[in-house]
């Protein structure tokens, strides 16, 4: 290039002067270069994106794909732009441009890793998406990518030719799987549970396979450590979480609800029709009055359509105990201001055992804190055991020796021969 002969002349009078403006010069072209792409190019692509049903949703992120990959242009300025600075050693040249062409190759796997993302979301959208996930396969394709750009990073840095590099890794790749096995293993690991945010420090998570119980308190390389409710402390090998399963309890934590399921063992044999004056007794709960008018209403209408049409009298339907003692711990759940409306809640029998028929309670508190959570399910059990002679039900209990001695104490008093 032909420069006027008075600049030619300040140059040579002024080396640095010259080597600064030329410094300025391309990093304005880079600024520049930076600024056209993301006020002008980007935002361009963005309003195009925008009408479009995939670009206008942000958890698809296309604009984060493409800012990305915008990236890539300051740094390719940088890199073409650097060698024609004069009276720069020409080791710093080749550093600065090695350094341009790894953040290059970086932004790009970035970017490629970002598509896999939104490929994985926009096919999570299918019907039949759960049917046969391919998240697993896009993982190995970033992770691919992720140890290609490594290789191409590490041999811009040193100036080599990754033929070089790979075949250098090759000759100590089994020397170092060998030593560094668990330290791969544990590295690994710890990207997965990151990477799938399955473990954070402050979660609960139970193993009990390795009698952890408790909170995460610490999370390192190779351990993650546990301490237990009993203020023990577990200390978990980090790949031990990705190759044996274990519990998180931040779903409850997060929800803002805590599941009770326990059952009540009803005595079958005390389960029975109500009487007419049982029947009047149970209408005056405040809990069962519309149930009670609304079942027997319904009751009614079918014993009169059954003998109309002339069938047995005995087929006809009736209230039972066990029934009515249901509908009111549905009830008695559903007016309680510390079990979770907006969560399932039911009262359901289970199959009958040898120690009685189980009726289960099925429902989420509103309080996930542990002691809070053990006193209201205490509360509600101590009512519904309390409650149960109002149905004249009984709750199973194993025959104790106190009970044999009462019994043979009764029988010796009345006179009966034994």
Same mark, same amino acid.
């Given at each position: 290039?032909?420069?006027?002969? =008075?600049?030619?002349?300040?140059?040579?009078?002024?080396?640095?002067?010259?080597?600064?403006?030329?410094?300025?010069?391309?990093?304005?072209?880079? =600024?520049?270069?930076? &600024?056209?792409?993301?006020? %002008?190019?980007? !935002?361009?692509?963005?309003?195009? /994106?925008?009408?479009?049903?995939?670009?206008?949703?942000?958890?698809?992120?296309?604009?984060? %794909?493409?800012?990305? %990959?915008?990236?890539?242009? +300051?740094?390719?300025?940088?890199?073409?732009?650097?060698?024609?600075?004069?009276?720069?050693?020409?080791?710093?040249?080749?550093?600065?441009?090695?350094?341009?062409?790894?953040?290059?190759?970086?932004?790009?796997?970035? *970017?490629?890793?970002?598509?896999?993302?939104? *490929?994985?979301? $926009?096919?999570?959208? !299918? +019907?039949?998406?759960? &049917?046969?996930?391919?998240?697993?396969?896009?993982?190995?394709?970033?992770?691919?990518?992720?140890?290609?750009?490594?290789? &191409?990073?590490?041999?811009?840095?040193?100036?080599?030719? +990754?033929? %070089?590099?790979?075949?250098?890794?090759?000759?100590?790749?089994?020397?170092?799987?060998?030593?560094?096995?668990?330290? $791969?293993?544990?590295?690994?690991? #710890?990207?997965? /549970?990151?990477?799938?945010?399955?473990?954070?420090?402050?979660?609960?998570?139970?193993?009990?396979?390795?009698?952890?119980?408790?909170?995460?308190?610490?999370?390192? &390389?190779?351990?993650?450590?546990?301490?237990? =409710?009993?203020?023990?402390?577990?200390?978990? +090998?980090?790949? !031990?979480?990705?190759?044996?399963?274990?519990?998180? =309890?931040?779903?409850?934590?997060?929800?803002?609800?805590?599941?009770?399921?326990?059952?009540?063992?009803?005595?079958?044999?005390?389960?029975?029709?109500?009487?007419?004056?049982?029947?009047?007794?149970?209408?005056?709960? #405040?809990?069962?009055?519309?149930?009670?008018?609304?079942?027997?209403?319904?009751?009614?209408?079918?014993?009169?359509?059954?003998?109309?049409?002339?069938?047995?009298?005995?087929?006809?339907?009736?209230?039972?105990?066990?029934?009515?003692?249901?509908?009111?711990?549905?009830?008695?759940?559903?007016?309680?201001?510390?079990?979770?409306?907006?969560?399932?809640?039911?009262?359901?029998?289970?199959?009958?055992?040898?120690?009685?028929?189980?009726?289960?309670?099925?429902?989420?508190?509103?309080?996930?804190?542990?002691?809070?959570?053990?006193?209201?399910?205490?509360?509600?059990?101590?009512?519904?055991?309390?409650?149960?002679?109002?149905?004249? /039900?009984?709750?199973?209990?194993?025959?104790?020796?106190?009970?044999? !001695?009462?019994?043979?104490?009764?029988?010796?008093? #009345?006179?009966?021969?034994?």
């Amino acid at each position: 290039m032909n420069y006027p002969q =008075w600049f030619t002349d300040w140059a040579n009078q002024h080396n640095w002067a010259y080597t600064a403006t030329a410094l300025t010069i391309l990093f304005v072209a880079v =600024w520049f270069s930076q &600024l056209i792409t993301k006020h %002008i190019l980007l !935002r361009g692509i963005a309003r195009l /994106l925008s009408r479009t049903e995939l670009g206008s949703d942000p958890s698809v992120g296309l604009k984060l %794909i493409v800012g990305r %990959i915008a990236q890539v242009v +300051p740094a390719l300025v940088l890199s073409a732009g650097i060698a024609y600075v004069p009276d720069i050693p020409d080791t710093l040249v080749s550093i600065i441009r090695n350094v341009a062409i790894a953040y290059i190759v970086l932004t790009l796997a970035r *970017a490629f890793s970002a598509a896999m993302t939104s *490929a994985n979301e $926009i096919y999570m959208r !299918r +019907p039949d998406s759960h &049917l046969k996930p391919i998240k697993g396969y896009l993982q190995i394709a970033q992770i691919v990518v992720y140890v290609i750009a490594a290789v &191409l990073i590490i041999a811009a840095l040193i100036d080599k030719s +990754p033929v %070089i590099l790979l075949s250098g890794i090759g000759a100590m790749g089994a020397v170092t799987l060998l030593v560094f096995q668990d330290t $791969i293993l544990s590295f690994v690991a #710890s990207i997965q /549970l990151s990477s799938n945010d399955m473990i954070r420090v402050g979660d609960w998570i139970e193993m009990p396979q390795l009698n952890a119980d408790g909170e995460v308190i610490d999370m390192a &390389l190779h351990t993650v450590r546990v301490q237990n =409710w009993d203020k023990t402390i577990t200390t978990i +090998p980090t790949k !031990r979480l990705i190759s044996d399963s274990f519990k998180n =309890w931040r779903g409850m934590q997060d929800s803002g609800g805590r599941r009770i399921k326990r059952s009540l063992f009803i005595d079958q044999t005390s389960i029975d029709f109500l009487s007419e004056a049982q029947i009047q007794s149970l209408k005056k709960l #405040s809990l069962l009055g519309d149930y009670l008018d609304s079942k027997q209403a319904e009751i009614d209408d079918w014993n009169r359509a059954l003998i109309a049409q002339g069938k047995d009298p005995m087929n006809t339907r009736q209230l039972t105990n066990i029934g009515t003692f249901r509908a009111y711990v549905l009830n008695y759940l559903k007016h309680h201001p510390k079990i979770h409306q907006g969560m399932t809640l039911m009262v359901r029998q289970l199959s009958p055992t040898p120690q009685g028929l189980p009726l289960e309670v099925y429902c989420f508190t509103n309080d996930i804190r542990w002691e809070v959570y053990e006193g209201i399910q205490s509360d509600l059990f101590d009512h519904l055991y309390a409650v149960l002679s109002r149905f004249d /039900l009984h709750v199973f209990q194993e025959t104790s020796g106190q009970d044999i !001695r009462a019994s043979i104490a009764a029988l010796s008093g #009345s006179g009966i021969e034994r």
